[in-house]
């Protein structure tokens, strides 16, 4: 059964620098896109990064310039490193992913990232 595991959530100070990682197993088709969105507290989830198997990577404005995505190919893992954090960067982040010819979506459990000014 296909699934997306993520790690590396946690607490950090304004400022700081975060790891997420995603693995990707049980996937009978070829991943297509990996990347992540991320929800807050009362509001609907928002694209982070995603990265296209043909290198085209894509960013949500509010995050151009701190956070950067890429992917691990042979071992179906996507990364998000995430530097110069914000409050407003707290959330819970979720592992993306789309596979096979209908380019199916999956979605990660979710890890929360918490920013304290």
């Known amino acids: 059964q296909a699934q997306l595991v993520e790690f590396g959530g946690g607490l950090v100070q304004a400022g700081g620098a975060l790891n997420l990682s995603c693995a990707a197993s049980?996937?009978?088709?070829?991943?297509?896109?990996m990347g992540w969105y991320r929800q807050a507290p009362g509001t609907q989830r928002e694209l982070v990064a995603t990265?296209?198997?043909?290198?085209?990577?894509n960013y949500a404005e509010s995050v151009q310039g701190r956070f950067t995505v890429s992917r691990d190919y042979g071992n179906n893992v996507v990364h998000l490193q995430m530097n110069t954090l914000q409050p407003g960067d707290t959330g819970v982040y979720f592992c993306?992913?789309?596979?096979?010819?209908?380019?199916?979506?999956?979605w990660g459990p979710g890890t929360q990232v918490t920013v304290s000014l």
């Open positions: 993306y992913a789309t596979a096979g010819p209908d380019s199916e979506e999956y």
């Open positions: 049980g996937f009978r088709f070829r991943i297509n896109l």
């Open positions: 990265t296209g198997r043909y290198g085209a990577d």
